[in-house]
């Protein structure tokens, strides 16, 4: 991949004392170079995160982003991502990277929610590409994927991840995150 090729990583801030969490998007080169940031948020326990997501594509208007790389599918305690909305409103392909082993959603969410919001939930939850497993750099990761061919989409998650297990945009985007949240408390009465 050529280094100047750029992702959208994608990564939240959760605290559990507040009601919403923080998003920020990273624009970020092969090369590891950072070149945009922008913030949003979601509701904790909500519905919004697609629409989250969709607005920081638009907020950056970014035509030169080739991917974009998400660090969740189920941000902000289930807020889960539709990532076939995302992918349609970014029109470039999509690649959800998650770092833990995990059986699944469906249990977390029948234990936390009931009637039509856990509905709803499924049906997003179920909308999703399957999850498949990723060897990077001696680590696991757990990488979900639209616009891509599986393979094409495991090239892009490694040529984006030049050390450990996380993508550099979605790294960067979590550091800018927690920066966001941090700044944000310290100007709380």
Do not use: Q
């Amino acid at each position: 991949m050529k280094a100047g090729a750029r992702a959208l990583g994608v990564a939240e801030s959760y605290r559990r004392d507040r009601d919403h969490s923080t998003l920020a998007g990273a624009v970020v080169r092969a090369d590891r170079v950072c070149d945009g940031l922008a913030y949003g948020d979601c509701d904790i326990g909500g519905t919004d995160a697609t629409d989250a997501v969709v607005g920081l594509l638009e907020d950056l208007g970014r035509p030169d982003v080739r991917y974009v790389l998400l660090g969740a599918v189920a941000p902000a305690w289930y807020n889960l991502l539709d990532l076939s909305r995302v992918h349609e409103a970014a029109d470039r392909p999509v690649v959800a990277v998650t770092f833990e082993e995990s059986d699944g959603l469906a249990s977390g969410l029948r234990d936390a929610f009931s009637g039509d919001k856990l509905e709803e939930r499924l049906a997003t939850y179920r909308s999703l590409p399957d999850r498949r497993e990723l060897s990077v750099n001696d680590e696991t990761v757990y990488v979900r994927c639209l616009g891509l061919e599986p393979a094409d989409a495991d090239a892009v998650v490694r040529a984006f991840t030049p050390a450990g297990g996380r993508p550099e945009p979605i790294r960067v985007a979590k550091l800018a995150a927690r920066a966001a949240d941090s700044y944000a408390r310290s100007l709380e009465p």
